[in-house]
């Protein structure tokens, strides 16, 4: 049987490693950028695997085009991006690589909030301007909006394995303690590494920093808005290295122009790429990355490796790096039973290699 693997993410070519792995267990990969719907169901209509990236949306109209689909895959975490509900109903794997970058984006938000705590690139913007000894009043601004993490309180949003890493970071640097919010971890874990939990309430009430480690969910979808704001201190500095829709924007640019919070950093954005003219880039107070937290030489390798192994995996019966709609495996059993499918002739799904 001829397999082919479908490669439509448009802001940047696919890396060797992927397509080479794919196309060294004898399956067929083509590099077909899309950038609307209509552009993925035209390039991948012959696809038994797509690979997507977060843009656009692999949406319930993409899926049902797509009669020999069985897998869409996304490298990293997340996969927000793509209808869990329709790729489930019509036996449709997500997969994802998990695992990869928990580093790189724990050091990531360490490394904004360090940045913003102790005004890193507005130093350098003034000293590349002679203000050191053209302008040293300027430096004074500046001097006197440094500050310490050191007996301050860290708040952790989602304390998954990067909230995690992220807690072990900034335990280096003194806190007076780390708090966290998460539902579904409890406290017991959470001793693990001396965090401890609260209710939402009171992680924006008391942390003096806080940093955003959360999935993308209906249940956080806009959970950080104008009103959550308003709980937190007006000294307060907010992270968020997790997902975009996870913060209200326009409650965001209020609580930064109206003081609710003191500064913000920020690597994702509701839509991305964020858009020239956003105003989101004209706040003084807010520092802003392009979604590159999860990146780094290690973490690239990797992902690009696991990516192009769950294509293959998922029509050869192995092992899957991550399956993000786990209750699909039950479906494709139904579908099997019902008579010919999408998936006549592959393997069921094997579930879940983290390596």
Request: hydrophobic share 40%.
């Amino acid at each position: 049987m001829v397999f082919k693997v479908v490669i439509t993410m448009y802001n940047r070519q696919p890396n060797e490693i992927t397509t080479n792995v794919i196309r060294d267990a004898g399956i067929e990969v083509e590099y077909n950028p899309a950038r609307t719907e209509n552009e993925v169901i035209t390039a991948a209509k012959d696809a038994d695997v797509l690979l997507v990236g977060t843009v656009p949306h692999t949406t319930r109209k993409v899926l049902e085009a797509l009669p020999k689909l069985k897998m869409v895959g996304r490298s990293g975490v997340g996969v927000d991006s793509i209808d869990l509900n329709a790729a489930t109903e019509l036996g449709i794997c997500v997969t994802n690589t998990p695992g990869i970058n928990t580093s790189e984006v724990a050091d990531h938000a360490m490394a904004m909030l360090l940045s913003i705590t102790r005004q890193i690139v507005e130093q350098d913007a003034a000293l590349k301007t002679g203000a050191w000894s053209d302008r040293p009043s300027e430096l004074d601004v500046i001097r006197n909006k440094l500050r310490r993490i050191a007996g301050n309180t860290v708040g952790i949003f989602g304390l998954g394995s990067i909230g995690k890493g992220f807690a072990n970071r900034v335990r280096g640097f003194g806190p007076g303690k780390i708090i966290a919010y998460d539902p579904y971890v409890p406290q017991t874990a959470a001793d693990l590494v001396g965090v401890q939990m609260v209710d939402f309430d009171t992680l924006l009430s008391e942390s003096d920093y806080l940093t955003v480690h959360s999935p993308a969910t209906t249940e956080t979808n806009h959970i950080f808005n104008i009103d959550a704001f308003r709980k937190m201190k007006p000294s307060a500095v907010f992270i968020n290295c997790a997902r975009g829709p996870i913060v209200d924007e326009g409650g965001l640019q209020q609580a930064l122009h109206t003081g609710e919070i003191i500064a913000a950093g920020i690597d994702v954005t509701e839509v991305e790429p964020l858009d020239a003219e956003s105003p989101l880039l004209k706040i003084p107070n807010l520092t802003i990355s392009p979604h590159v937290a999860g990146n780094s030489d290690v973490s690239g390798i990797a992902a690009a490796t696991r990516w192009g192994e769950n294509a293959v995996n998922i029509l050869t019966g192995k092992p899957l790096h991550g399956l993000g709609n786990p209750e699909v495996v039950k479906r494709i059993a139904v579908m099997r039973a019902q008579g010919a499918s999408r998936w006549d002739g592959i393997p069921d799904p094997v579930t879940v290699a983290w390596t």
